[in-house]
């Protein structure tokens, strides 16, 4: 690189995507993903395959960041869904963490034990019960905020602001497209 941040975000060397043929050889399928070396050496790495590896690699710095405040991963995602979405239930938050019922129950006693969250029965319906942060949680919220942020400044390193804006984009079209979640704008 020439040491300036690229403008836009590339996949794969060319513009166009590496085509493959399908399994079936009926049709040809494009491939998005990268390339490394060449030749009979070269490899291909799908796009999926690309994403899952930075899924484990952001996994993994915010395990570092967040064990020494004694949080999981788990921990902190409810965290940050109920700083932007209060009073939700326990399936509610379990739907929007990724994780079962039974998990959710364990992750809302832990959080609720270190007076991070607290929950009130809901005025309409006596058996849910709607957690908050606390003042506590919420204070811990944003000095995480600030660790997690520096995170992704690690990862988006290197990209100019109008990449980074590009890139963020593309990801959150591509959890639209999936239909994994996220508020429209």
């Given at each position: 690189m020439n040491g300036r941040a690229p403008d836009t975000i590339r996949s794969v060397p060319s513009q166009q995507p590496a085509i493959a043929e399908s399994r079936t050889g009926n049709h040809q399928a494009p491939r998005?993903?990268?390339?490394?070396?060449?030749?009979?050496?070269?490899?291909?790495?799908?796009?999926?395959?690309?994403?899952?590896?930075?899924?484990?690699?952001?996994?993994?710095?915010?395990?570092?960041?967040?064990?020494?405040?004694?949080?999981?991963?788990?921990?902190?995602?409810?965290?940050?869904?109920?700083?932007n979405r209060p009073g939700l239930s326990n399936a509610q938050l379990a739907r929007r963490s990724f994780m079962t019922p039974q998990a959710m129950n364990e992750v809302i006693a832990s959080l609720e034990e270190a007076k991070l969250i607290r929950r009130e029965v809901d005025r309409n319906h006596r058996r849910i019960l709607r957690a908050r942060l606390t003042a506590r949680g919420k204070r811990l919220f944003e000095r995480l905020d600030d660790e997690i942020g520096e995170l992704e400044e690690q990862m988006l390193?290197?990209?100019?602001?109008?990449?980074?804006?590009?890139?963020?984009?593309?990801?959150?079209?591509?959890?639209?497209?999936?239909?994994?979640?996220?508020?429209d704008s």
């Open positions: 998005y993903g990268h390339h490394a070396g060449s030749g009979d050496d070269a490899l291909f790495f799908r796009l999926s395959y690309v994403i899952a590896r930075l899924d484990r690699a952001i996994r993994r710095g915010l395990e570092e960041r967040l064990a020494p405040h004694g949080l999981s991963v788990s921990q902190y995602t409810t965290l940050s869904v109920l700083r390193a290197g990209l100019s602001p109008a990449a980074r804006r590009q890139f963020t984009e593309a990801a959150v079209h591509c959890v639209h497209t999936m239909g994994a979640g996220l508020p």
